[in-house]
């Protein structure tokens, strides 16, 4: 597994940010570096005040020439299951992705905090994600670790800096 953490602070109060994240991606993805839309295709409110959501990501990253003629345009996304708490403090997040399904596991959690006296939130993204070289048997084994590494790179990239663009983005909805 690789670990990775993005740390992001903001002059918006924590209830405000953690509601907008959870509620308005669809209002943020234009902001997001290589993503064309966010939908959500569940959701559930539960009686404790929780939720649970499946949004559907779709991703049109900058990929090398012969990566993005192996990859169709439909594998370019996943679907992200978030649970969030009652009080936004928390949501626990995995991801599903499209393209070579099995074959990454990417899971994590979101904490927002109060920061700055209370006028301002930090939300700390934190996760780890594999590749199972594998479970890739339709990339010829000679190229699996090739393709493992470029896995990696795209992911290791693309979740935080998406992460940081997206808390700033709802503070910037937020006004």
């Known amino acids: 597994m690789k670990p990775f ?44 005040g929780s939720a649970q959501l499946v949004n559907e990501w779709r991703v049109d990253p900058k990929l090398p020439g012969p990566v993005k003629q192996a990859i169709s345009q439909d594998m370019l996304g996943w679907n992200d299951h978030a649970v969030w708490t009652a009080d ?32 301002g939130t930090k939300a700390i993204f934190s996760g780890e994600f594999e590749v199972d070289a594998a479970a890739l048997t339709k990339v010829p084994a000679s190229l699996r670790g090739a393709a493992v590494s470029a896995v990696e790179t795209v992911v290791g990239s693309m979740i935080p800096r998406n992460f940081r663009k997206t808390i700033e983005a709802a503070a910037e909805l937020l006004g």
Do not use: N, Y
Not at 97 to 115: D, K, L, S, V
């Open 5 to 48: 953490q993005t740390i992001v602070g903001v002059r918006k109060p924590l209830p405000d940010l953690a509601a907008t994240v959870r509620d308005r991606l669809a209002d943020i993805a234009p902001a997001l570096t290589d993503v064309s839309s966010i939908v959500v295709i569940q959701r559930e409110d539960r009686a404790d």
């Open 88 to 119: 936004l403090i928390e949501c626990v997040w995995r991801i599903e992705p499209f393209f070579m399904p099995g074959a990454i596991h990417c899971a994590g959690t979101t904490r927002f905090e109060p920061a700055m006296g209370g006028r």
